[in-house]
C-alpha cells in the first residue's frame, strides 16, 4: 500500500512534460522547453509542422538539463542567444521569445542540412502545376511581392526556402519562416521547376545563367553560419550540385502578375 501511495505521489510531483515534436524539410526535431509559456507559443507558431514520423534531434530550451555529450560540434550566438550542438542533441540559451527560437532553429538546420544534401536560402517559394519555382533576392528585391502576385494557396513561403536532394530530384519544401507576406504556413514539398534571381525592370524577360553565374547570383542569400573551412567546402559542393541540376535565371520583372507569362 505504502509503495502505490508512494509511486502516485511521485506521478503527481513529476514535472510535466513540455515537449514538441516537429518536422521541417523531413527533418525531425524534439523540443524540450523549461517554460511552459515558450511551449504554448512554439506549438501554436509550428502547428502545421507538429509531429513526425521518426524520433527527432532532441532539443532542450533554457533548460537545466543538456546534451550529455561535452563535445560541441556547432556553435553560434544571436543577439544573446545561442545555439550548441553535441553529437547526442541541442541547447538552445538565453532565448527571450518565438523569434529568437525561429532563429536558432534556422541556424541548426542550416548545419544539419548539410549532411542532408540541403540548404537553407532567402527566397519565395511558389508552386505552380505541380512544380516549385524558386524567387531569390536580398530584402527588397521583390519576394514579397511575388508571394503577393501569386494564388491563393500556392506559396510555400516568402522568405526562407528549404531545398534538398531526395531520390535525385531536388525538392523545395514548406517552411514556417516567414516575412512581409504570410498566406498561412503549406507543411508541403514539390519538385523544383527553376531557381529565378530577381531583378526590378521595365519589362518582364529571362536570361539563363551558367553553373558559376548561377553561384554568385545566389551565394549572396544562403544562409550559412559555420566558419569552419570543412563544412563551408561541403556547402559549396552542395550548391555547385544543386546548380547543375537546376536551372537558374536571372527574372527582369515589372512587379505585375504578368511575370508568369515569361516564364512558360
Sequence with gaps: ????????????????????????????????????AHLEKASARYRVFSGSR???????VD?????????????????????DLRKDGAQFSGVPHEYSLDSLIRILLSKMLLTR???????????RDGQAHIFTGQSGAGKSTVAS?????????????LLRNLDNSWQAFGTPFWGEFHAGDLNE???????YS???AKEDRVERL???????AILPNILFFSSKQEDNAQLLTILTQALQAIPVYQLYFQRHAEFWEVLK
Design 198 to 200: 530577381l531583378i526590378q
Design 149 to 161: 502576385l501569386s494564388p491563393i494557396g500556392s506559396v510555400l513561403t516568402d522568405e526562407i526556402s
Design 189 to 195: 514539398r514539390a519538385p523544383i521547376a527553376g531557381i
Design 54 to 60: 521518426e524520433k527527432g534531434l532532441p532539443i532542450w
Design 1 to 36: 500500500m505504502e509503495t502505490i501511495e508512494r509511486s502516485a505521489l511521485s506521478r503527481k510531483d513529476a514535472p510535466p512534460r513540455r515537449e514538441l515534436a516537429i518536422e521541417i524539410g523531413q527533418i525531425p526535431l524534439h523540443l524540450k522547453f523549461a517554460d511552459s
Design 63 to 83: 533548460s537545466r538539463q543538456n546534451p550529455q555529450s561535452k563535445d560541441s560540434t556547432f556553435s553560434y550566438t544571436l543577439n544573446s542567444a545561442t545555439v
Design 210 to 216: 551558367s553553373t558559376r553565374d548561377a553561384l554568385r
Design 117 to 127: 544534401s540541403g540548404f537553407l536560402l532567402h527566397a519565395a517559394t511558389v508552386m
